[in-house]
């Protein structure tokens, strides 16, 4: 199985920072990877796939990057709707979670 | 636009059998691969298994076999069957369809999610 590691678990930052989550493979997955957004009580949301590739319809704030085993999730500039949990997710052999990223206000 | 409602009972007993059924709407269930997915506080999100219109299916191997999905072409659904439920199985159950016709694609609709809860 290929196992996902997000970092770190709980993030704290202000309105207008700029924000990195990291996700790593326990081996390598090309570009296979998505990030999605969760709010509570709500399913998660796709904002990224194949690492770098923005959903239609979700703000250029945020960007991927990375291949292989090494991924990043960026929000430029963190906006009152992006307190929320984040997940990367290889969708390489079938799909693997991280255990997520809870972005919360400083 | 593509809706997907999960339905079935929210209280299961420890050794019985979960059932869960997913209607899809604005799509038709002969596209695709239908999944599901589940998330418990103890496991994050834990991918179920998949099954195509065809009744190809591919599942996840820690559910060691407990798990089958099947499809109601006729009626645009499709079902999960868990058997053996432990208090480890209570969690919310989201059925999901990716991008695109690939197996391997992500994510981009998901159910509302259905709380399922294992206790005697």
């Known amino acids: 199985d290929i196992q996902m590691t997000q970092s770190p678990s709980t993030l704290s930052a202000s309105v207008g920072d700029r924000v990195t989550i990291t996700c790593r493979a326990s081996?390598?997955?090309?570009?296979?990877l998505a990030w999605y957004q969760q709010k509570p009580g709500k399913a998660p949301k796709i904002l990224i796939y194949?690492?770098?590739n923005l959903e239609s319809g979700v703000p250029s704030r945020f960007s991927g990057s990375g291949s292989g085993t090494e991924f990043t999730l960026t929000i430029s500039s963190l906006q009152p709707d992006d307190f929320a949990t984040y997940y990367c997710?290889?969708?390489?052999?079938?799909?693997?979670f991280g255990q997520g990223t809870k972005v919360e206000i400083k | 636009q593509v809706q997907l409602q999960e339905s079935g009972p929210g209280l299961v007993k420890p050794s019985e059998t979960l059932s869960l059924t997913c209607s899809v709407s604005?799509?038709?269930?002969?596209?695709?691969?239908w999944s599901w997915v589940r998330q418990s506080p103890g496991k994050g999100l834990e991918w179920i298994g998949y099954?195509?219109?065809?009744?190809?299916?591919s599942y996840n191997p820690s559910l060691k076999s407990r798990a089958t999905i099947s499809v109601d072409t006729s009626k645009n659904q499709f079902s999960l069957k868990l058997s053996s439920v432990t208090a480890a199985d209570t969690a919310v159950y989201y059925c999901?369809?990716?991008?695109?016709?690939?197996?391997?694609?992500?994510?981009?609709?998901w159910g509302q999610g259905s709380l399922v809860t294992v206790s005697s």
């Open positions: 194949m690492a770098s």
């Open positions: 604005g799509d038709s269930i002969n596209n695709y691969y």
């Open positions: 099954i195509h219109y065809t009744g190809s299916t």
């Open positions: 081996q390598s997955i090309g570009t296979w």
């Open positions: 999901a369809r990716p991008k695109n016709a690939e197996t391997s694609a992500p994510v981009v609709h």
């Open positions: 997710q290889q969708h390489y052999t079938y799909w693997t």
